[in-house]
Nanobody, 125 residues
Framework: VQLVESGGGPVQAGDSLRLSCARP????????MGWFRQAPGKEREFVGA????????YYSDSVKGRFNISRDKAKNTVDLQMNSLKPEDTAVYYC???????????????????WGQGTQVTVSS
């Protein structure tokens, strides 16, 4: 399953930005949709995930309270709304999917079978 992210760009600290993830030409057919990010020189890290069937969400501590994940079943998209952005949020953001929702595996990079190409978010102070 090919995923495509959009919406990245340069912003100022404190700004908001909304990323979107879609599967061109079809539906996700996955129940767990995750967002990850990778800053220069660092490992890819979990940001949050949403369960497609129920809308349940789970966030990493670093973004909890600032980021929100939502899904639009009509548009077949998953969005990442990022508020109060900080310079340390600068990274390439990826969406990913895995067939089933498990509270442990949604945080595990290797559990995801489908990935997008990533979109750059740069937050300047």
């Amino acid at each position: 399953v090919q995923l495509v992210e959009s919406g990245g760009g340069p912003v100022q600290a404190g700004d908001s930005l909304r990323l979107s993830c879609a599967r061109p030409g079809g539906t996700f057919n996955r129940d767990a949709m995750g967002w990850f990010r990778q800053a220069p020189g660092k490992e890819r890290e979990f940001v949050g995930a949403i369960r497609w069937s129920t809308g349940n969400v789970y966030y990493s501590d670093s973004v909890k309270g600032r980021f929100n994940i939502s899904r639009d079943k009509a548009k077949n998209t998953v969005d990442l709304q990022m508020n109060s952005l900080k310079p340390e949020d600068t990274a390439v953001y990826y969406c990913a999917s895995q067939p089933a929702w498990h509270i442990i595996s949604i945080r595990v990079l290797k559990a995801y079978s489908d990935w997008g190409q990533g979109t750059q978010v740069t937050v300047s102070s």
